[in-house]
């Protein structure tokens, strides 16, 4: 029976044809058909606003455009064509730096190299399971960097969203 | 706070949650990681001669980049322990390059050496790659704080 799911598109950067190959083919027994895919940011940056892809799987260290410069990008070009589009960064760097600045602009979810199908499976349900909110502030713009919200958290409350429950949405 | 628009319709989440969560699927994806294991080791070998030849030429940038492919693919592979050694290679390259200090040629050989061990060797040696990964990284951090100190004076 073919999945109801059949519409939803991935992309994949990254410069390893094999690992790329990889994740094509798990991808594909998730029961998502349409895999584009891109050697650099910068390639994927052109398949993202001609393709439209739904997500994207992206690895960090490429060139001539890593994933983080192609993070910002997507998330702060005047022409990006989804601003909001989840990037799942896959990364064998482990060096706290790396991750963080990763993460400042405006990764969504981060998955460990060395893959595994579990893995890759959980991000990906996540992101359709609990798609991330995103924060604009005047030197931030993606997805909300925190993850849990704690009843003893004692401020500072810096957000306009900390006093009120309404979220605008896209 | 902006939601964004969901990436499935309400309908089609609980299915693609069960396909995500079926067991056969998980046994599909781990015969396609089986079906490429052989090719992906000869990659993963290619790569250690190229991290071989970028110790030999002095090479520091070629040296991480061999040593960042070889983590991110050798571990999916089942080659745990030349997965971690060249883990390890590349936090103490990332260390070295932070601090502006000098990387430390005999652990670059070491790292190299166990590297290719732990790609090539059988059963046993792996076991042993995986030791030696442990005391590397030991090592690495006794050399970064002994050029930390050596700053100091």
Do not use: W
């Not at chain 1, 001539?64 to 990008?73: A, H, L, S, Y």
């Not at chain 1, 990364?91 to 460990?112: C, S, W």
């Not at chain 1, 349900?125 to 004692?154: I, M, N, Q, T, W």
Request: with cysteine; hydrophobic share 40%.
């Amino acid at each position: 029976m073919p999945a109801s799911f059949d519409y939803l598109k991935a992309l994949v950067i990254e410069d390893n044809a094999h690992m790329r190959a990889l994740l094509r083919s798990l991808l594909h027994t998730l029961g998502i058909k349409t895999v584009l895919e891109a050697a650099d940011g910068g390639a994927g940056y052109v398949e993202l606003r001609e393709k439209r892809p739904d997500f994207v799987l992206s690895d960090l260290s490429m060139k001539p455009v890593d994933g983080i410069e192609f993070t910002r990008m997507v998330r702060t070009a005047q022409d990006s064509p989804n601003p909001y589009v989840p990037i799942v960064m896959v990364t064998g760097h482990t060096e706290r730096h790396r991750v963080e600045a990763a993460r400042d602009a405006g990764v969504t979810e981060f998955l460990a190299k060395p893959i595994t199908a579990q893995n890759l499976f959980l991000r990906v349900a996540e992101l359709v399971e609990r798609p991330r909110a995103f924060v604009r502030s005047d030197s931030y713009f993606g997805p909300d960097r925190r993850r849990h919200k704690s009843a003893d958290y004692p401020g500072p409350f810096r957000r306009k969203d900390d006093f009120k429950d309404d979220i605008e949405i896209q | 706070m902006i939601a964004p628009k969901p990436l499935l319709r309400s309908a089609d989440v609980a299915e693609f949650l069960r396909n995500v969560n079926n067991a056969e699927t998980a046994k599909r994806a781990e015969r396609i990681i089986a079906s490429r294991s052989q090719e992906l080791c000869t990659v993963v070998d290619g790569y250690v001669t190229k991290l071989e030849g970028a110790l030999k030429a002095g090479d520091m940038d070629a040296l991480y980049s061999e040593a960042h492919e070889i983590r991110g693919l050798a571990e999916t592979v089942g080659l745990v322990a030349a997965g971690r050694i060249a883990n390890g290679l590349c936090s103490y390259l990332d260390e070295v390059k932070h601090r502006a200090v000098a990387a430390d040629r005999p652990l670059l050989r070491l790292y190299v050496e166990a590297a290719v061990r732990a790609t090539r060797a059988t059963d046993d040696a792996t076991r042993l790659g995986d030791k030696v990964a442990v005391e590397l990284a030991a090592l690495a951090a006794r050399r970064l704080g002994e050029a930390k100190e050596n700053i100091r004076k």
